[in-house]
Structure formats: C-alpha cells, structure tokens
C-alpha cells in the first residue's frame, strides 16, 4: 500500500506531515518522537510496537478527513460549474503527461510541429466568455526538469489559452516540493467547491471526487496561493525552458 501526502504546516520540509494509506482509512502521523519520560509514563495500554509523535493542532484541523471518503463521480457531471462559477477557477497539474492530450489529433499536429496556440476550441471560447463578465480563470502547471513530452505540449498549447483569457503559470517540481504542494490535480471553484482528479497509471482521467469539506478547501486554497506565489507565467517560463534545450 502506497501513501500519499496530504499536507503540512512546515515551512522548511521538515516534520510534522500527514499521510493517507491508500486504500485504507488510516493516517500515517509523521512528528517529533516523545521522549520526555514524564509524558511516557502517562500513555495508556501502550504496546510494544508503538511509538508516539507530537504535531501541531492546526495541521489536524487543516488537514486530517472530517468525513467519510466520498464516491468518484464522472467529469462530465461537474463540468458546467465552468460556465457556472462566480468568481474564479483555479487549477493545479501535476502530472507529467496526460492521456486526454496524446490521444488527440491537436497533439499529431504538434509533433508535426504545427502552431496548436492559435488554433480555436471549445475551452478557449469559454474562457473568453467567462472572462468578459469579470470571472477569471488561473492554473499552476509543474514542470519537471528536463520538462517530459507532455509538459512541453502544454507549453505550446497553453499561450492559447493565454491568449483567450485565461492566467496560466508554471512551477519547477522541485520547487513545489519544497512548498509542500500537493502531488495530485485539483481544480477549486469560488473557494468552495474542491475537484479532485483520479487517474491511472496511464494518465487516463478515471472520475472526480467533489468537495465542499471546509478543511479540504481550505488546504486547497493554501496551496493555491503558495503556488501562485512562486509560479512564473508560461510565455517567460518557455523561453527559460527553449534557452535551455
């Protein structure tokens, strides 16, 4: 069983961290081992095998399940909140490739090293749309280094969508591991509304997991604004990457 990373309040990457054991309902507590001896002789029906970490409060509140896990859902059924949010759409990627690109004739066109900014599509006339009513729509991409396939496909396409409205910036992974980011993809609507991706080892979108959980959110919301932070707009990020290869 895999674990994956749920959130920390540490500014520096060292402990206190909460994990999830995948496919369980278990956390993994990671803190400072107790070894005040007074403390020690306090715990109760201790055994053996176990050993004991202090964390933070806030880091529970933040971040530990206050629910029951909730069901997957298709995308589809959550995609008219982009016609229907109020204020902001926001999305992190953290991915190095997705399947919804490399099965598309737009990528064939970029291997062919074709111009895929300026072609129109659906996305892109949405986003003007919403955009022309005040509503915006943000995204923080991680790139690794040297950027994969899919990650410069992404490059190319996103000025497209630069160019339609949309705010895109893009984020070393190193970077973002340092902050702490989450390792999974996220959109988050109004701050309120948090969608969840799964995908399988092949990058293939399986469904979302829809949540208006307040500590969920909120730890969405923290990691939106580190990333935005520290991330660097695609057109300034591109040519870093092109003076490099």
């Given at each position: 069983m895999t674990l994956r990373f749920i959130g920390t309040t540490s500014d520096n990457g060292d402990c206190p961290t909460l994990y999830e054991v995948e496919g369980t309902d278990d956390i993994l507590v990671q803190g400072d081992r107790v070894t005040d001896p007074s403390h020690l002789a306090e715990l109760?029906?201790?055994?053996?095998?176990?050993?004991?970490?202090?964390v933070p409060r806030d880091l529970l509140v933040r971040f530990a399940p206050r629910s029951?896990?909730?069901?997957?859902?298709?995308?589809a059924e959550v995609t008219h909140l982009f016609r229907e949010f109020k204020h902001t759409a926001w999305r992190?990627?953290?991915?190095?490739?997705?399947?919804?690109?490399?099965?598309?004739p737009k990528w064939e066109r970029?291997?062919?090293?074709?111009?895929?900014?300026?072609?129109?599509?659906?996305?892109?006339?949405?986003?003007?749309?919403?955009?022309?009513?005040?509503?915006?729509?943000?995204?923080?991409r991680l790139v690794d280094d040297p950027p994969t396939e899919g990650q410069r496909f992404?490059?190319?396409?996103?000025?497209?969508?630069?160019?339609?409205?949309?705010?895109?910036?893009?984020?070393?992974?190193a970077e973002a591991e340092q902050l702490g980011l989450p390792n999974w993809d996220f959109w988050l609507f109004d701050s309120r509304v948090l969608i969840?991706?799964?995908f399988d080892e092949q990058d293939t979108t399986l469904g979302v997991i829809v949540s208006e959980d307040p500590a969920e959110v909120l730890a969405a919301c923290q990691a939106r604004d580190?990333?935005?932070?520290?991330?660097?707009?695609?057109a300034e990020f591109q040519k870093r990457v092109r003076s490099t290869m």
């Open positions: 109760r029906d201790v055994k053996e095998a176990e050993t004991f970490v202090t029951a896990p909730r069901d997957m859902i298709p995308f992190l990627e953290t991915r190095r490739g997705y399947a919804s690109d490399r099965g598309t970029w291997q062919r090293g074709e111009d895929i900014a300026a072609e129109e599509n659906e996305w892109r006339v949405n986003v003007r749309e919403q955009t022309k009513r005040g509503k915006r729509f943000e995204r923080v992404l490059l190319d396409s996103g000025l497209g969508n630069v160019a339609a409205g949309e705010d895109i910036r893009n984020l070393p992974r969840r991706f799964v580190a990333a935005w932070h520290h991330a660097v707009l695609t």
